[in-house]
Protein backbone atom coordinates (compact mmCIF):
# COMPACT_ATOMS: atom_id res chain seq x y z
CA UNK A 1 0.00 0.00 0.00
CA UNK A 2 2.91 2.25 -0.48
CA UNK A 3 3.55 2.72 -3.56
CA UNK A 4 -0.12 3.50 -4.50
CA UNK A 5 -2.56 3.67 -2.00
CA UNK A 6 -5.16 4.90 -4.67
CA UNK A 7 -4.66 1.68 -6.76
CA UNK A 8 -7.94 0.92 -7.63
CA UNK A 9 -8.96 -3.33 -6.98
CA UNK A 10 -8.72 -6.20 -8.51
CA UNK A 11 -5.58 -5.35 -10.26
CA UNK A 12 -3.63 -8.22 -12.35
CA UNK A 13 -0.17 -8.18 -10.35
CA UNK A 14 3.40 -8.79 -11.82
CA UNK A 15 5.32 -6.27 -14.13
CA UNK A 16 7.80 -8.56 -15.60
CA UNK A 17 7.16 -11.95 -17.85
CA UNK A 18 7.98 -13.24 -21.33
CA UNK A 19 5.44 -14.84 -24.16
CA UNK A 20 4.78 -16.12 -27.41
CA UNK A 21 3.16 -13.66 -29.75
CA UNK A 22 -0.46 -16.10 -30.97
CA UNK A 23 -1.94 -13.05 -32.85
CA UNK A 24 -1.52 -9.53 -34.22
CA UNK A 25 -3.69 -6.77 -35.33
CA UNK A 26 -4.64 -6.06 -38.62
CA UNK A 27 -1.68 -2.95 -39.23
CA UNK A 28 0.73 -4.33 -36.86
CA UNK A 29 3.96 -5.03 -39.23
CA UNK A 30 7.14 -5.60 -36.94
CA UNK A 31 5.76 -8.43 -35.26
CA UNK A 32 4.52 -12.51 -36.25
CA UNK A 33 2.59 -15.40 -34.53
CA UNK A 34 5.05 -17.56 -33.04
CA UNK A 35 7.33 -14.41 -31.86
CA UNK A 36 8.84 -14.56 -28.82
CA UNK A 37 9.02 -10.88 -26.97
CA UNK A 38 8.71 -9.71 -23.20
CA UNK A 39 6.23 -6.68 -22.73
CA UNK A 40 8.31 -3.60 -21.49
CA UNK A 41 7.58 -2.64 -17.70
CA UNK A 42 6.15 0.65 -18.72
CA UNK A 43 4.13 0.45 -21.37
CA UNK A 44 4.04 4.16 -23.03
CA UNK A 45 7.80 4.86 -22.25
CA UNK A 46 9.61 3.84 -25.87
CA UNK A 47 12.30 6.05 -25.94
CA UNK A 48 13.86 9.56 -24.33
CA UNK A 49 12.84 10.80 -20.83
CA UNK A 50 9.97 9.83 -18.28
CA UNK A 51 7.12 11.71 -17.80
CA UNK A 52 4.16 12.03 -15.39
CA UNK A 53 2.20 10.34 -18.38
CA UNK A 54 5.01 7.12 -19.37
CA UNK A 55 5.33 6.44 -15.79
CA UNK A 56 1.28 5.80 -15.41
CA UNK A 57 1.36 3.11 -17.62
CA UNK A 58 3.79 0.25 -15.62
CA UNK A 59 2.32 -3.35 -16.02
CA UNK A 60 1.47 -4.39 -12.59
CA UNK A 61 0.03 -0.95 -11.17
CA UNK A 62 -1.53 1.09 -12.31
CA UNK A 63 -2.29 -1.45 -15.55
CA UNK A 64 -3.12 -5.01 -15.13
CA UNK A 65 0.41 -7.09 -15.09
CA UNK A 66 1.74 -9.92 -16.04
CA UNK A 67 -0.05 -12.99 -14.07
CA UNK A 68 -2.03 -14.23 -17.13
CA UNK A 69 -2.65 -16.48 -19.79
CA UNK A 70 -3.33 -13.53 -22.17
CA UNK A 71 -2.61 -10.06 -22.40
CA UNK A 72 -3.15 -7.55 -25.10
CA UNK A 73 0.02 -4.98 -25.50
CA UNK A 74 1.18 -1.95 -28.51
CA UNK A 75 3.01 -4.36 -30.86
CA UNK A 76 6.08 -1.15 -30.21
CA UNK A 77 5.65 -2.24 -26.09
CA UNK A 78 7.32 -5.39 -26.61
CA UNK A 79 10.92 -6.34 -26.98
CA UNK A 80 12.34 -9.83 -28.01
CA UNK A 81 14.73 -11.53 -25.40
CA UNK A 82 18.42 -12.59 -25.53
CA UNK A 83 18.27 -16.35 -27.74
CA UNK A 84 20.20 -17.90 -25.19
CA UNK A 85 18.32 -17.55 -22.46
CA UNK A 86 15.40 -19.82 -20.96
CA UNK A 87 11.98 -18.62 -20.74
CA UNK A 88 12.33 -18.27 -17.20
CA UNK A 89 15.27 -16.70 -17.69
CA UNK A 90 13.93 -14.04 -20.37
CA UNK A 91 11.11 -13.01 -18.12
CA UNK A 92 13.59 -11.69 -15.03
CA UNK A 93 14.48 -8.95 -17.75
CA UNK A 94 11.89 -6.43 -17.84
CA UNK A 95 11.72 -4.81 -14.63
CA UNK A 96 14.44 -6.08 -12.38
CA UNK A 97 17.50 -6.48 -15.18
CA UNK A 98 16.25 -2.80 -16.96
CA UNK A 99 16.05 -0.97 -13.82
CA UNK A 100 20.13 -2.34 -12.79
CA UNK A 101 21.00 -1.88 -16.35
CA UNK A 102 20.01 2.16 -16.10
CA UNK A 103 21.02 2.54 -13.33
CA UNK A 104 24.91 1.60 -13.75
CA UNK A 105 25.32 2.05 -17.58
CA UNK A 106 22.50 4.91 -18.75
CA UNK A 107 22.39 7.21 -15.64
CA UNK A 108 25.51 6.12 -13.66
CA UNK A 109 28.09 5.88 -16.85
CA UNK A 110 30.09 3.40 -15.00
CA UNK A 111 33.71 2.78 -16.20
CA UNK A 112 36.17 -0.58 -16.04
CA UNK A 113 38.03 0.11 -12.46
CA UNK A 114 34.95 1.37 -10.74
CA UNK A 115 33.94 0.59 -7.92
CA UNK A 116 30.45 -0.31 -7.26
CA UNK A 117 28.23 -1.59 -4.08
CA UNK A 118 25.61 -3.96 -4.13
CA UNK A 119 23.36 -3.84 -1.17
CA UNK A 120 21.74 -7.46 -1.13
CA UNK A 121 21.29 -10.11 -3.19
CA UNK A 122 17.99 -9.68 -4.83
CA UNK A 123 16.99 -9.47 -8.15
CA UNK A 124 18.24 -5.90 -9.01
CA UNK A 125 21.07 -6.52 -6.64
CA UNK A 126 22.40 -9.84 -8.33
CA UNK A 127 21.13 -7.65 -12.30
CA UNK A 128 23.87 -5.41 -10.69
CA UNK A 129 26.51 -7.58 -9.85
CA UNK A 130 26.66 -9.36 -13.34
CA UNK A 131 26.42 -6.06 -14.94
CA UNK A 132 28.81 -4.46 -13.28
CA UNK A 133 31.37 -7.39 -13.77
CA UNK A 134 30.62 -7.21 -17.42
CA UNK A 135 31.77 -3.29 -17.47
CA UNK A 136 35.07 -4.44 -15.92
CA UNK A 137 34.54 -2.71 -12.61
CA UNK A 138 35.49 -3.39 -8.88
CA UNK A 139 32.08 -5.25 -6.76
CA UNK A 140 31.28 -4.98 -3.19
CA UNK A 141 28.46 -6.74 -2.30
CA UNK A 142 26.19 -6.64 1.03
CA UNK A 143 24.19 -9.63 2.71
CA UNK A 144 22.95 -10.76 5.81
CA UNK A 145 23.74 -13.97 5.19
CA UNK A 146 27.50 -15.98 4.37
CA UNK A 147 26.15 -18.67 2.53
CA UNK A 148 25.04 -15.76 -0.30
CA UNK A 149 27.86 -13.96 -0.34
CA UNK A 150 29.89 -16.93 -1.21
CA UNK A 151 27.18 -16.96 -4.09
CA UNK A 152 28.19 -13.58 -5.16
CA UNK A 153 31.77 -14.49 -5.43
CA UNK A 154 31.03 -17.42 -7.86
CA UNK A 155 29.32 -14.92 -9.66
CA UNK A 156 32.07 -12.40 -9.85
CA UNK A 157 32.01 -10.29 -6.54
CA UNK A 158 35.27 -8.75 -5.57
CA UNK A 159 34.52 -8.52 -1.77
CA UNK A 160 31.50 -9.12 0.36
CA UNK A 161 30.61 -7.74 3.52
CA UNK A 162 28.01 -9.11 6.03
CA UNK A 163 25.92 -6.06 7.22
CA UNK A 164 24.95 -7.99 10.49
CA UNK A 165 28.22 -8.64 11.26
CA UNK A 166 29.14 -5.10 10.74
CA UNK A 167 26.65 -2.68 11.02
CA UNK A 168 28.60 0.28 10.41
CA UNK A 169 29.22 -1.11 6.36
CA UNK A 170 29.85 1.97 4.91
CA UNK A 171 33.38 2.94 6.64
CA UNK A 172 34.65 -0.79 6.16
CA UNK A 173 33.70 0.07 2.63
CA UNK A 174 35.69 3.25 2.67
CA UNK A 175 38.75 1.45 4.04
CA UNK A 176 38.82 -1.32 1.28
CA UNK A 177 38.88 1.79 -0.55
CA UNK A 178 41.57 3.57 0.52
CA UNK A 179 39.65 5.82 2.69
CA UNK A 180 38.07 7.17 -0.86
CA UNK A 181 34.33 5.47 -1.34
CA UNK A 182 33.39 3.70 -3.61
CA UNK A 183 32.16 5.62 -7.34
CA UNK A 184 28.50 3.98 -7.47
CA UNK A 185 26.19 1.80 -4.66
CA UNK A 186 22.94 0.50 -5.96
CA UNK A 187 20.72 1.43 -3.23
CA UNK A 188 17.72 -0.76 -2.93
CA UNK A 189 17.34 -0.40 1.19
CA UNK A 190 15.65 2.40 1.43
CA UNK A 191 15.69 4.70 4.40
CA UNK A 192 17.38 2.94 7.08
CA UNK A 193 20.22 1.69 4.85
CA UNK A 194 20.84 4.96 2.70
CA UNK A 195 23.08 6.89 5.84
CA UNK A 196 25.34 3.65 5.36
CA UNK A 197 25.30 4.43 1.70
CA UNK A 198 26.02 8.31 2.25
CA UNK A 199 29.46 7.14 4.24
CA UNK A 200 30.71 4.36 1.54
CA UNK A 201 29.98 6.59 -1.33
CA UNK A 202 33.16 8.82 -2.66
CA UNK A 203 33.12 12.53 -3.05
CA UNK A 204 31.36 13.39 -6.60
CA UNK A 205 29.91 10.07 -6.65
CA UNK A 206 26.36 8.34 -7.16
CA UNK A 207 24.19 6.59 -5.26
CA UNK A 208 21.07 5.12 -7.14
CA UNK A 209 17.73 4.75 -5.28
CA UNK A 210 15.76 2.12 -6.48
CA UNK A 211 14.08 -0.01 -3.26
CA UNK A 212 12.30 0.70 0.24
CA UNK A 213 12.69 -2.54 1.55
CA UNK A 214 13.91 -0.82 5.13
CA UNK A 215 11.44 1.60 4.63
CA UNK A 216 11.03 5.27 3.18
CA UNK A 217 11.19 7.87 6.33
CA UNK A 218 13.87 8.10 8.92
CA UNK A 219 16.38 10.52 10.08
CA UNK A 220 19.08 11.47 7.46
CA UNK A 221 21.96 13.57 7.57
CA UNK A 222 21.71 16.15 4.52
CA UNK A 223 24.77 17.63 5.11
CA UNK A 224 26.94 14.73 3.51
CA UNK A 225 24.66 15.27 0.36
CA UNK A 226 26.36 18.62 0.42
CA UNK A 227 29.46 18.10 1.73
CA UNK A 228 30.32 15.25 -0.53
CA UNK A 229 28.61 16.38 -3.52
CA UNK A 230 26.62 13.31 -3.69
CA UNK A 231 24.20 12.70 -6.68
CA UNK A 232 21.13 10.66 -5.52
CA UNK A 233 19.67 9.26 -8.99
CA UNK A 234 16.08 7.70 -8.24
CA UNK A 235 15.53 4.98 -10.73
CA UNK A 236 12.34 3.75 -11.92
CA UNK A 237 13.29 0.73 -14.30
CA UNK A 238 13.32 2.47 -17.78
CA UNK A 239 12.25 2.65 -21.57
CA UNK A 240 11.88 0.10 -24.25
CA UNK A 241 15.44 1.32 -26.08
CA UNK A 242 16.82 0.89 -22.57
CA UNK A 243 15.92 -2.75 -22.97
CA UNK A 244 17.16 -3.19 -26.15
CA UNK A 245 20.93 -1.86 -25.33
CA UNK A 246 20.51 -3.94 -22.02
CA UNK A 247 19.83 -6.85 -24.56
CA UNK A 248 22.41 -6.73 -27.00
CA UNK A 249 24.45 -6.33 -23.78
CA UNK A 250 23.72 -9.95 -22.37
CA UNK A 251 23.86 -11.30 -25.90
CA UNK A 252 27.37 -10.16 -26.59
CA UNK A 253 28.73 -11.00 -23.31
CA UNK A 254 26.33 -14.40 -23.47
CA UNK A 255 25.43 -13.67 -19.74
CA UNK A 256 22.70 -15.08 -18.04
CA UNK A 257 20.39 -13.68 -14.97
CA UNK A 258 20.37 -14.88 -11.55
CA UNK A 259 17.32 -17.75 -11.22
CA UNK A 260 16.32 -18.77 -7.69
CA UNK A 261 13.29 -20.91 -8.29
CA UNK A 262 10.29 -21.30 -10.54
CA UNK A 263 6.99 -21.90 -9.24
CA UNK A 264 3.94 -23.26 -10.85
CA UNK A 265 0.69 -21.25 -11.57
CA UNK A 266 -1.25 -22.47 -8.54
CA UNK A 267 1.73 -21.68 -6.53
CA UNK A 268 1.64 -18.03 -6.71
CA UNK A 269 0.83 -17.40 -3.04
CA UNK A 270 4.05 -19.55 -2.12
CA UNK A 271 6.39 -17.47 -4.80
CA UNK A 272 5.26 -14.15 -2.38
CA UNK A 273 5.73 -16.13 0.80
CA UNK A 274 9.02 -17.28 -0.29
CA UNK A 275 10.05 -13.65 -1.82
CA UNK A 276 8.51 -11.87 1.51
CA UNK A 277 10.93 -14.20 3.33
CA UNK A 278 14.11 -12.64 1.96
CA UNK A 279 15.32 -16.32 1.23
CA UNK A 280 15.68 -16.06 -2.72
CA UNK A 281 18.95 -15.06 -4.25
CA UNK A 282 18.41 -13.35 -7.56
CA UNK A 283 14.76 -13.90 -9.25
CA UNK A 284 11.80 -15.94 -8.70
CA UNK A 285 9.55 -17.04 -12.02
CA UNK A 286 5.87 -18.51 -12.18
CA UNK A 287 5.78 -20.94 -14.94
CA UNK A 288 1.83 -20.18 -16.47
CA UNK A 289 1.02 -23.52 -18.36
CA UNK A 290 2.96 -26.47 -19.14
Known sequence: GLYNPNQPLPLVP???????????????????????????????????????????????????????????????????????????????LPCAGVTAWNALTEHGDVAPGDTVVCLGTGGVSSFALTIADMIGAETIVTSSSDEKLERAYELGADRGLNYEDDPDWGEQIREWTDGVGADHVVEVGGAATLPQSLRAVRVGGEITLIGVLSGTIDDLDVTKVLMKNVCIQGILVGSRDMFQNFNRALAANDATPVLDRTFGFDEVHEALEFMASGQHFGKIAIEIGS
Request: with cysteine.
Open 14 to 92: FSDGVGEVVEVGDDVETRETGDRVCPIFTRDWIGGEPTKERLQSAFGGPLDGTLREYMTVPAESVVEPPEHLSDAEAAT
